[in-house]
């Protein structure tokens, strides 16, 4: 179907990265974004890229399209795609070789196809393009990608819009139509990070099965180590555009060489192993404009092994065993890293229920119109559970489960259809009781999206202590000024943020700004809706161990909703599992884990990949029939 | 919000069209001062006088009389007055009832909104000069009815526009956090909501006085604006309209001074939006 080149028996790689440098112009200045990248990626392997946001990972695919955003540019290096330079060929063959030979999985599925045309113009579209004639071949092929991709009726689906599907299936779909040309490359940058995490290991599972069906390479980006190792045959893990890491997946994070891999994988909450404070990496990554003023190791501000050397002098990329190499002078020393060996204090939880809720249900009434009968939509149907004194609870559960609605429901933003909630022994459900509750501010919610939930025209301060202008309250300034710089102290923000915007901070200090907020006043409970979701592993690791230090400190109960079940372990006590709008099981969260008795619970934790690089996840198993 | 200012007092748009209202404003606050006869002065022997650059001018009336005998500069200097009130305290009224009913439309939302915005829809379904004279019919001549006039056929545009603004903001999360921390919705509208807001606001009056002088002028050319006795450049229009072949300049000098005042407001709403609005002034850059 293409003109495949000659290949060379071995000689040939999939993609070869040499020495690859990537610049982004900067108020004049020219900044790498990627520095001096080289990996070999052979035919039929996969070829993991780690790493968090701003390490440069999905550059490296955009740079293998060649669609650098504005003001990028390659510099220097070269990316040979079969032994020929993508960066220097013409257009023409470039455009030939994207879409046949190479082909791309994206990270949001819902947004990559068009929303105008049926699933079976857009594969007959591509199939088109390919060189297939015959109208009737294109759509036996469209309908056998579309069954190999393990997507049901894919008859009926062709005549389907990408809005009458979930994101799971758009996802199978763009998997088909991404192997559809028997690609030699494939670039699957986060493909699951848009979708719910039961979704994640059939959407993996079917890559795996895909590569190896048709013999592909692939590239796979991703923040996950622990994915990584069961995915990757070859990882490369990157910080600040360098890759600090490479080597066999399995080797790499079975036994880290440079500290930021170490770090990483001690920040990240595990499924297994005894609770205890994460590891901590102060700081965050530098941005571009960061990177400019930097010399030495570009993770020396946040290394626990920093010498004096690694300030001076850029770490030369050095092999340590057959086809590991790390950029470390102090690599030997990487494995003595360790998490403080002080377990999380288990807190003193008392048996007292500061919140209950009894029966709790919320209907929707859709469609109704003049000539439309009315129909109700259950958002949680029955919802009982209670929550003690100084007891961290999560709610887990896929989206459109209903978490939202429960917190909603809890702080009062909707009113409930049915049911009770007593928070120390008081109806909520009662007008008056809620009045007095919001004046007390004893109940408290910490949003998802920090951008969205702090007013970007007020200052830090006035945020942190918006609490203190509410209602009749009338606390001066030089008060607020005062309660500012202890809650700052509380959540680890330096006091001279005080008078900046939320524009001018980080996405970890906003987030601490978040909860601070709602810190001011001390609330009984606190609902947090994902608030650590869509945050950098190392952010993660220390929003969370300041939450069970503010726990410690100051003493409050937590609804923590979450979909990430390792920090949802990590953190509370005792989980409940919503599945469709119902609280499907309850318990103490080793109990739940341990032995799941509701199917969803078991789909939840089948989910998530084992901690050991060396235990096989029975998801991604092919052996393991698929549901 | 201060660099909001800061920023708009950068941008040439905006410090031109201020230029241009500080020499009209000057001429409406100072004007009998600055006027060399009084605006109602006839003068029956020197009428219809050319500018005095034209042949046949008088330095006396530097733009000529009318054909009353009146000096034109000193009508147009006191007819600036007439505008620039029209100007300010219709937009003001037009934008306190469209953002008052637009706040509380997109924040309360539901059957509220639902009343209002079918309000606006009925409103806006008359045509606006009509409604505006048929009001002038009921109202009576005067230059608080022309303002009263303008209030109730304007208000609709910022309602309008406003509303979705508002529920834009209404839906961040921050509003819902006000809440919670015990604000009250009208705490939560006047300091949560607004500020956000605000810029919007601000580029409407700067738009609807632009269009508060066009109406004034329309009104008083059909003879329903202000009283006989108080000069509007409209009422100048339709005076120099009879004798526009024996002396143009009568019907030019007030035309050219509408022009220049509704550009200037224009000039100042779109240098404004321009640069109070976050989005486009990142855009720009």
Same mark, same amino acid.
């Not at chain 2, 230059?143 to 304007?154: Q, S, W």
């Given at each position: ?126 199939? *088109? ?16 990608? #579309?069954?190999?991709?393990? #997507?049901?009726?894919?008859? *009926? ?23 559809? $040309? ?162 999380? /204090? ?7 229920p500061?919140l209950q809720v009894e029966a709790l249900a919320k209907h929707y ?11 109700t939509a259950t958002a949680v149907r029955n919802a009982s559970f209670s929550i ?7 709610l ?6 209903g978490k939202?609605t429960i917190a909603k429901l809890l702080v009062g933003l909707e009113q409930p259809s049915g049911g009770r909630i007593l928070l120390?022994g008081e109806d909520l459900t009662d007008a008056?009781a809620r009045?007095?509750a ?5 109940i ?16 830090? *301060? ?13 606390? $001066? ?50 609902i ?19 939450? /069970?230090? #503010? ?8 609804l ?12 509370? $006590?005792?989980?409940l599992?919503m599945?469709?709008g119902e609280i499907?099981?309850q ?19 089948? $989910? ?14 092919? /052996?393991?029939?698929?549901? | ?47 219809? &006088? ?31 007055? &007439? ?203």
């Open positions: 179907m293409c003109d495949s080149p000659k290949r060379g028996a071995r000689t040939v790689l999939a993609l070869q990265a040499k020495n690859l440098t990537v610049s982004a112009r900067i108020d004049g200045a020219v900044v790498p974004a990627i520095r001096g990248l080289s990996f070999d990626l052979a035919p039929g392997k996969i070829l993991g890229l780690v790493g968090e946001s701003g390490a440069g990972k999905s550059m490296v695919g955009r740079a293998i399209a060649q669609l650098l955003p504005a003001g990028f540019a390659v510099t220097a290096g070269a990316l040979l795609f079969e032994g020929e330079d993508l960066a220097q060929m013409a257009p023409a063959r470039r455009r030939f070789l994207l879409g046949r030979a190479i082909a791309f999985i994206p990270q949001a599925p819902m947004t990559a196809l068009n929303p105008v045309r049926t699933i079976g113009a857009q594969f007959d579209e591509h199939l *088109a393009r390919l060189g297939e004639d015959s109208r009737n071949d294109r759509r036996e092929r469209a309908i056998a990608m #579309l069954t190999a991709a393990r #997507l049901p009726n894919a008859c *009926a689906l062709l005549g389907r819009y990408p809005h009458q599907l979930s994101g799971g299936m758009c996802q199978r779909v763009l998997i088909a139509l991404a192997f559809s $040309s028997n690609p030699r490359l494939v670039i699957a940058d986060e493909p699951t990070t848009a979708l719910d995490v039961t979704m994640h290991p059939q959407i993996l599972r079917l890559i795996a099965d895909m590569q190896r069906q048709h013999g592909t390479a692939v590239i796979f980006i991703t923040h996950d180590l622990r994915l990584a190792a069961q995915l990757c045959d070859q990882v490369t893990v990157m910080y600040a555009g360098r890759a600090v890491e490479s080597g066999p997946a399995r080797a790499v994070l079975s036994s880290p060489a440079h500290p930021y891999t170490r770090c990483l994988q001690l920040a990240n909450p595990s499924m297994r192993a005894e609770r205890r404070a994460l590891y901590v990496m102060p700081d965050q990554m530098p941005s571009l404009r960061q990177l400019q003023n930097m010399s030495g190791c570009h993770f020396a501000p946040r290394c626990p092994l920093v010498t004096e050397e690694c300030r001076r002098i850029e770490p030369p990329t050095v092999a340590i065993s057959a086809g590991r190499m790390v950029a470390c002078i102090r690599a030997a020393a990487t494995s003595g890293i360790a998490s403080a060996q002080r377990p999380v /204090a288990a807190p003193d939880i008392s048996k007292r500061v009434a859709i469609g109704r119109g003049l000539f439309a009968t009315a129909h003690a004194e100084n007891e961290f609870v999560a887990v559960g896929e989206s459109g489960s939202s120390n008056a009045r007095r919001l004046a007390a501010a004893s408290q919610m910490v949003f998802q999206d920090p951008q969205s939930a702090l007013n970007p025209r007020r200052r830090v *301060a006035s945020i942190v202590t918006q609490a203190m202008e509410a209602g009749s309250r009338h606390a $001066s300034w030089d008060e607020r000024l005062a309660r500012t710089r202890e809650l700052l102290g509380e959540v680890g923000v330096a006091a001279d943020l005080a008078a900046r915007l939320p524009g001018q901070l980080s996405g970890g200090q906003r987030q601490r700004i978040n909860i601070a907020r709602a810190l001011c006043h001390i609330p009984k409970i606190l947090a809706d994902e608030i650590v979701s869509g945050l950098d592993v190392s952010i993660q690791a220390q929003l969370l161990n300041l939450l /069970a230090r #503010l726990r410690a400190e100051l003493g409050f109960a937590m923590f909703i979450s979909h990430d079940l390792s920090v949802v372990r990590h953190l509370c $006590s005792r989980v599992v599945y469709r499907v099981e318990g103490p969260i080793d109990a739940v884990f341990d032995d799941p008795q509701h199917p969803h619970t078991r789909a939840l934790l089948s $989910s998530v990949p084992p901690d050991a690089p060396e235990t096989a996840w029975s998801s991604l198993d092919p /052996a393991v029939p698929t549901e | 919000m201060a660099t909001a200012v800061s920023r708009s007092l950068r941008s040439p748009r905006v410090l031109i069209a201020l230029g241009m209202i500080a020499c009209i404003a000057a001429c409406a606050v100072f004007a009998g001062f600055i006027a060399p006869h009084d605006p109602g002065d006839q003068n029956l022997l020197s009428t219809l &006088t050319p500018p005095a650059w034209a042949a046949g001018g008088d330095q006396n009336y530097p733009f000529g009389t009318d054909s009353l005998g009146r000096c034109v500069l000193s009508r147009l200097i006191y007819g600036a007055r &007439t505008a620039m009130l029209v100007a300010i305290f219709a937009s003001l009224g037009a934008m306190v009832i469209g953002s008052v009913l637009a706040h509380v439309s997109g924040y309360f939302g539901g059957a509220l909104d639902w009343i209002i915005g079918r309000m606006v829809d009925v409103w806006m379904s008359f045509p606006p000069v009509i409604l505006s004279l048929i009001l002038m019919v009921g109202l009576g001549v005067g230059l608080g009815k022309i303002i009263l006039a303008i209030i109730l056929v304007d208000w609709t545009r910022f309602c309008r526009v406003l509303r979705s603004d508002v529920l834009i903001v209404t839906r961040h999360d921050y509003i819902a956090a006000a809440r919670l921390l015990g604000f009250t919705h009208w705490q939560t509208i006047v300091r949560e909501v607004l500020p956000a807001t605000l810029p919007l606001l601000i580029t409407l009056v700067s738009l609807e006085m632009a269009i508060a002088v066009v109406v004034e002028a329309i009104l008083s050319f059909v003879g329903l604006g202000v009283a006989a006795d108080q000069p509007a450049w409209g009422q100048m229009i339709a005076d120099a309209r009879q004798y526009v072949y024996q002396s143009p300049w009568n019907l030019l000098l007030p035309i050219l001074a509408i022009i220049f005042t509704v550009t200037a407001f224009n000039l100042l709403g779109d240098g404004l939006r321009r640069s109070l609005d976050v989005r486009l002034a990142e855009a720009g850059r």
